[in-house]
Nanobody, 128 residues
Framework: QVQLVESGGGLVQAGGSLRLSCAASGRTFSSYAMGWFRQAPGKEREFVAVISWIGGSTYYADSVKGRFTISRDNAKNAVYLQMNSLKPEDTAVYYC?????????????????????WGQGTQVTVSS
């Protein structure tokens, strides 16, 4: 069983930055690919980014590529999402997800993947 707790959300002006964190419980964190998804009001949840189990590969949605960076620290059971050059359309609840797999990032998780665990979400609001 893995529990995921997100933090770091908040209100920021367009062009600003935020760093989201996801703390995971469990002794097998390093065997999970970790990802971020988001859901804006009235929209379906969408994939944002994923990092492979050992951190060797990452994969991003086109909408955030070049602006967001996903990273992980297996010693701390944590995954991060550094968000730069934020836009109002990035406003959403951001969710951390885990999937037990040793596939590469692009193979492990994506828009239609079935993930094993989800966090409760953290709100990110970008004002114009």
């Amino acid at each position: 069983q893995v529990q995921l707790v997100e933090s770091g959300g908040g209100l920021v002006q367009a062009g600003g930055s935020l760093r989201l964190s996801c703390a995971a419980s469990g002794r097998t964190f390093s065997s999970y690919a970790m990802g971020w998804f988001r859901q804006a009001p009235g929209k379906e949840r969408e994939f944002v980014a994923v990092i492979s189990w050992i951190g060797g590969s990452t994969y991003y949605a086109d909408s955030v590529k070049g602006r967001f960076t996903i990273s992980r620290d297996n010693a701390k059971n944590a995954v991060y999402l550094q968000m730069n050059s934020l836009k109002p359309e990035d406003t959403a609840v951001y969710y951390c997800a885990a999937k037990q797999t040793r596939l590469t990032a692009a193979q492990a998780m994506g828009p239609h993947s079935l993930n094993d665990y989800w966090g409760q979400g953290t709100q990110v609001t970008v004002s114009s």
